[in-house]
């Protein structure tokens, strides 16, 4: 089964408001005062005259240092305060983003329509009528005071780009991803305050949600990218959208559109995805984001378990910079990193050598979620044991070129591993088969650690024929010095039994641990004739009684992901607090009583 979540929810959090900032003002409207009213258990606000923001932080470790800032909708009559800033505001804290609800001053003048209704609209025009609004000023009441009311909402607007970038440092807040989203009359304001913007106002972005202009669109040199969300059934609104998109489009200036077919009423989080294509408005929002750049790329993640039992909740990333790797790493790689420092990268070839590493998921997860990035040969995919066999045995050179793959995304600006992964301390690890890789990939001088989970060398070749992986190589091809074929050997040799035996545990040049499923795991006498010929480089050899499918499946990757994760703590973390485990036969009997574990070449 494929669970397919995104790394946003990994997370629950709880919207609170941690701050509320009054915009200092020069004028402030007379003889009008502030009601709320609720509405369908929504809360209304009317009569604002005293400007302020609210401010939503995301957790930490979620943060991934953009703002929004929400223009709520009220036809600049009031505020639709609990749907558009509360719900958007926990949606967005969910994904990593801040977000600061701004209560612009609203255009109070005595009307004829109780408040918290929307007034009457003017003549409706379909979106074919676009031209009817030059300049994309699709302002539906324009008056003396309306438009007095909305240049004040704009000048708030423009305070709160200012002041959100003026504490961005205390609200951990990168000023240059910083964007207005409005939705409905908020969106004319977040129109409005790109339009009149002046230094230090600009957004970074805008998001328009069923908002037009409500000004003429003179589009500024500096303007953003811009997103545009609307119906084509919404009157007006979607006419006046369409020459916003057009106007953008016309100054060269990024934007995108989208003019949804079908739904009704004003847009709102949608409880459910599917019902129309409407409701998929704020998925959408989310990937343009993602897509910019402004967040990271987490739509391809899969969560699976809760997460792992470390500090930083992990995913399983499908990333298409390794595309032939299946990535465990940090949901939010920028805040384990500011923990840590960049991460150790472990190498990790899957039991039966095959091409997915979905059975050992539990296991992997745990391991990245205490902040390792885990570079798992061939696909994430559920596969049975036919369709395994039909692809063939991957090789150890795919394990070792995974060295290569992020050495460069690691140098690369661009890609999301930039400067976050670990590159002298390298572990390599696997499973039965995928043992034998690890062993043989550790002959490679960047490998700094090796772990064999039911696994060892045997000593002579394997009485069958191996298979070849076919076309089921590295992206960059065979590096100089891999094997072509079994028969060839190759620097690295090929899979467990195969052109490794035991006389080439010679080659290893770094610690070396072995854990085994105790007498019934088919490993156990391998890696006890492995632990035994080993004289030149410190290993232990730990032994549970499970078997050879260990404790992959259980919760957390069971007992086998804790030693295991004592182990790269020790040896690439530094932390000799974990070395108990292995070299103190006190605490080991004391605290772990159905482990046995040897070990020696120790210093």
Partial sequence: MKHFILAACLVPTLCMAQQVIPIPVDYEEPGVEETVTVRD???????????????YLP??????????????????????????????????????????????????????????????????????????????????????????????????????????????????????????????????????????AQEGEMPNFLVTVYGPSFLDVKVPENAPDLLILTRAEHPNVAAGLLG??????????????????????????????????????????????????????????????????????????RSAETPDYTLYHPANLDYAVKKEGPLPLVLFANGGCSFTSKHFEKFLTEIASHGYVVAAVGSFDEMSLEEIQALGMTDTEYMVHAIDVME????????????????????????????????????????????????GYVRNKPPFPVEEP??????????????????????YGKEFGGTATQADLVKLHAPVAYLIGGPDDVAYEPSGQNYDLIQHVPVVRCNLNVGHMATYAQPHGGAFAEIALKWLNWQTKGKTEENKFFLDKAYQKAHYPDWTVQSKNWK
């Fill in 59 to 196: 957790s930490e470790q979620l943060n991934t240092g953009t703002a929004v800032i929400l223009c709520s909708g009220g036809a600049m009559r009031f505020h639709s305060w609990t749907n558009d800033v509360e719900r958007m505001a926990k949606f967005l804290n969910a994904r990593g983003i801040a977000a600061i609800g701004l209560k612009y001053r609203l255009n109070n003048a005595k009307m004829n329509f109780p408040a918290g209704q929307m007034p009457p609209m003017p003549e409706m025009v379909d979106v074919t009528k676009f031209d009817k609004f030059p300049m994309a000023n699709a302002n539906p009441m324009p008056s003396v005071e309306g438009d007095a009311a909305n240049m004040r909402a704009v000048d708030d607007a423009r305070a709160a780009v200012r002041m959100v970038r003026e504490h961005a440092a205390e609200w951990n807040i990168d000023p240059q991803k910083v964007g207005l989203l409005g939705f409905s009359a908020g969106g004319g304001v977040a129109v409005g305050e790109v339009i009149c």
């Fill in 41 to 55: 258990g929504q809360n209304i606000i009317s009569g604002v005259t005293k400007p302020s923001i609210t401010v």
């Fill in 408 to 455: 460069k995304l690691n140098a690369d600006p661009k890609s999301l591993f930039y400067q976050k992964v670990n590159l002298k301390q390298v572990a390599a690890m696997g499973q039965s088969c995928g043992g034998g890789q690890a062993l043989s990939g550790s002959v490679d001088p960047r490998v700094t650690t090796t772990i064999a989970l039911n696994s």
């Fill in 470 to 491: 076919g076309s089921k190589r590295p992206a960059g091809g065979p590096a100089a010095g891999f094997a072509k074929k079994v028969s060839e050997g190759g620097l």
């Fill in 244 to 317: 916003l998109f057009l106007e953008w489009k016309k100054a060269g200036k990024n934007a995108e559109l989208h003019m949804y077919g079908d739904g009704v009423g004003p847009f709102a989080l949608a409880d459910r995805i599917g019902t129309n294509t409407t409701d998929t408005w704020s998925q959408n929002l989310i990937s343009w984001l993602e897509a910019r750049k402004f967040i990271p790329q987490t739509s391809q993640y899969i969560q699976v378990e809760d997460g792992g039992t470390g500090p930083y909740k992990a995913v399983v990333d």
